[in-house]
């Protein structure tokens, strides 16, 4: 196991953060959705990160031929998605085995979908179900509620589906699955969730639009006839992953931080909003929009922050919550986050394992059923525990730069953001051990 000692770090940087990780969600999704596409798609800036490389190893696994020339990754479907010869193996990526799960219900085959020991304890039944709903042949752990789980490729039913859950992955797998159906199908959530499936499956050419029923949006998804136009796209930077940086030029004295070229879609720049509520000067600059909008993102210290109260929007939020729970602890005030039960079913259960580490830094923190009640003080130096969850390890890595702070168990970091520690070098000391 290794541990990633953090130093207390000198007052005022200006860090220009042009090698931020590509974005995870939009290369997931490259590699997926390329194997619907009628030739070969090209990809630049793709995140080779473990989740991602496993996403794109499976669709290897399912027929597609992936070669890499100066910076280009190439990914050449095959004429028809084949049987494995072995299971597929997701790794750590809820993103990766959720969308395979859609994706492989309507195809013809058996197809084995498998993870590391934190995805095999997270709840499946989410998408299982109502896969299995519309004649997915889908069995598993606990009644298909966690990996392994085995899919029996089929043609799968016309549905109309409104998703108690607010969630990307959920969405995805649904619209996947609508594109092999026998009819029109129709998919409803409360709160728009991250919409990159929706943006890049129209810009491939799939029909999928949102319609009015009954006064309510829906999104209506019409059957695939021909394989999609491939994918010709620069994946930007990630947004979340540019936000630890946000948060430590936010917490720290005469500092700031440009984060370049990532997308700015509305879905996955909450937090930065969240941020600037709270005191913090925050700036947009959209440099282009073609599959998203991309562009810059300035932050700047501009005094102690203030507390703030989350309920809102928690879709847009899930992943960088923890991060955010950094700049609540050390604002003026208490903060709440409500309505956020979702953190207890990622990559670890992010209410329990936050405030836990929050405490172990002398931070006044409860825990709620659905989210975390912070009153702001004074880190201090202590150790903490990532759970195994990239987000908590890097959230509390910026911790570390108040206080000082070490962390056990940091190898999750390589799943999203394998340069993390070396941009946080500029700010900080840190030492890698075991």
């Given at each position: 196991?290794?541990?990633?000692?953090?130093?207390?770090?000198?007052?005022?940087?200006?860090?220009v953060?042009?090698?931020?990780?590509?974005?995870?969600?939009?290369?997931?999704?490259?590699a997926?959705?390329?194997?619907?596409a009628?030739?070969?798609?090209?990809?630049?800036?793709?995140?080779?990160?473990?989740?991602?490389?496993?996403?794109?190893?499976?669709?290897k696994?399912?027929g597609?031929?992936v070669?890499?020339?100066?910076?280009?990754?190439?990914?050449?479907?095959?004429?028809?998605?084949?049987?494995?010869?072995?299971?597929?193996?997701c790794?750590?990526?809820?993103?990766?085995?959720r969308?395979?799960?859609?994706?492989?219900?309507?195809?013809?085959?058996?197809?084995?979908?498998?993870?590391?020991?934190?995805?095999?304890?997270?709840?499946?039944?989410?998408?299982?179900?109502?896969?299995?709903?519309?004649?997915?042949?889908?069995?598993?752990?606990?009644?298909?509620?966690?990996?392994?789980?085995?899919?029996?490729?089929?043609?799968?039913?016309?549905?109309?589906?409104r998703s108690?859950?607010?969630?990307?992955?959920?969405?995805s797998?649904?619209?996947?699955a609508?594109?092999?159906?026998?009819?029109?199908?129709?998919?409803?959530?409360?709160?728009?969730?991250?919409?990159?499936?929706?943006?890049?499956?129209?810009?491939?050419?799939?029909?999928?639009?949102?319609v009015?029923?009954?006064?309510?949006?829906?999104?209506?998804?019409?059957?695939?006839?021909?394989?999609?136009?491939?994918?010709?796209?620069?994946?930007?930077?990630?947004?979340?992953?540019g936000?630890?940086?946000?948060?430590?030029?936010?917490i720290?004295?005469?500092?700031?931080?440009?984060?370049?070229d990532?997308t700015?879609?509305?879905?996955?720049?909450?937090?930065?909003?969240?941020?600037?509520q709270?005191g913090?000067?925050?700036?947009?600059?959209?440099k282009?929009?073609?599959?998203?909008?991309?562009?810059?993102?300035?932050?700047?210290?501009s005094?102690?922050?203030?507390?703030?109260?989350?309920?809102?929007?928690?879709a847009?939020?899930?992943?960088?919550?923890?991060a955010?729970?950094?700049?609540?602890?050390?604002?003026?005030?208490?903060?709440?986050?409500?309505?956020?039960?979702?953190?207890?079913?990622?990559e670890?259960?992010?209410?329990?394992?936050?405030?836990?580490?929050?405490?172990?830094?002398?931070?006044?923190?409860?825990?709620?059923?659905?989210?975390y009640?912070?009153?702001?003080?004074?880190f201090?130096?202590?150790?903490?525990?990532?759970?195994?969850?990239?987000?908590?390890?890097?959230?509390?890595?910026i911790?570390?730069?108040?206080?000082?702070?070490?962390?056990?168990?940091?190898e999750?970091?390589?799943?999203?953001f394998?340069?993390?520690?070396?941009?946080?070098?500029?700010?900080?000391?840190?030492e890698i051990?075991d």
């Open positions: 196991m290794k541990i990633a000692t953090i130093k207390r770090a000198k007052e005022g940087f200006d860090l953060c042009d090698d931020i990780a590509a974005d995870k969600s939009i290369s997931h999704r490259c997926i959705f390329s194997l619907l009628d030739s070969s798609s090209k990809i630049k800036n793709f995140l080779k990160a473990e989740d991602t490389l496993a996403s794109l190893e499976i669709a696994a399912l597609a031929k070669k890499e020339e100066d910076g280009v990754i190439t990914i050449t479907p095959p004429r028809k998605i084949k049987e494995p010869f072995d299971i597929l193996d790794q750590n990526a809820g993103t990766a085995i969308l395979y799960m859609g994706l492989l219900s309507g195809v013809e085959g058996s197809f084995v979908l498998t993870g590391d020991k934190y995805l095999k304890n997270r709840p499946m039944k989410r998408v299982s179900k109502p896969l299995q709903d519309i004649g997915a042949k889908i069995d598993g752990r606990e009644f298909a509620n966690k990996a392994p789980l085995h899919i029996r490729g089929s043609k799968l039913k016309a549905f109309k589906y108690p859950i607010d969630s990307a992955q959920v969405k797998a649904l619209i996947l609508a594109l092999n159906a026998d009819d029109k199908s129709y998919y409803k959530e409360n709160l728009l969730s991250r919409d990159h499936t929706e943006r890049m499956l129209r810009g491939m050419g799939a029909k999928v639009k949102n009015t029923i009954d006064n309510e949006d829906w999104i209506e998804i019409t059957p695939l006839n021909e394989p999609l136009k491939p994918l010709d796209i620069r994946v930007p930077a990630d947004p979340s992953s936000f630890f940086f946000a948060v430590a030029a936010a720290t004295p005469d500092s700031k931080v440009l984060i370049k990532v700015l879609n509305k879905t996955r720049v909450e937090a930065y909003k969240i941020l600037k709270m913090a000067d925050v700036e947009f600059i959209e282009e929009n073609i599959y998203e909008p991309i562009g810059d993102i300035k932050v700047k210290y005094g102690k922050l203030k507390g703030v109260e989350v309920s809102k929007n928690i847009w939020l899930i992943d960088e919550l923890p955010l729970s950094i700049a609540m602890a050390v604002a003026n005030g208490v903060s709440r986050v409500r309505n956020a039960k979702e953190l207890r079913v990622k670890s259960d992010r209410i329990s394992c936050v405030v836990e580490n929050l405490r172990a830094l002398g931070i006044e923190a409860r825990e709620f059923e659905d989210g009640e912070i009153r702001g003080g004074e201090r130096g202590g150790e903490v525990d990532s759970c195994g969850d990239h987000r908590v390890a890097m959230s509390f890595a911790a570390g730069i108040l206080s000082g702070v070490k962390i056990k168990d940091i999750c970091v390589d799943t999203s394998p340069n993390f520690f070396e941009i946080l070098k500029n700010i900080s000391e840190v051990g």
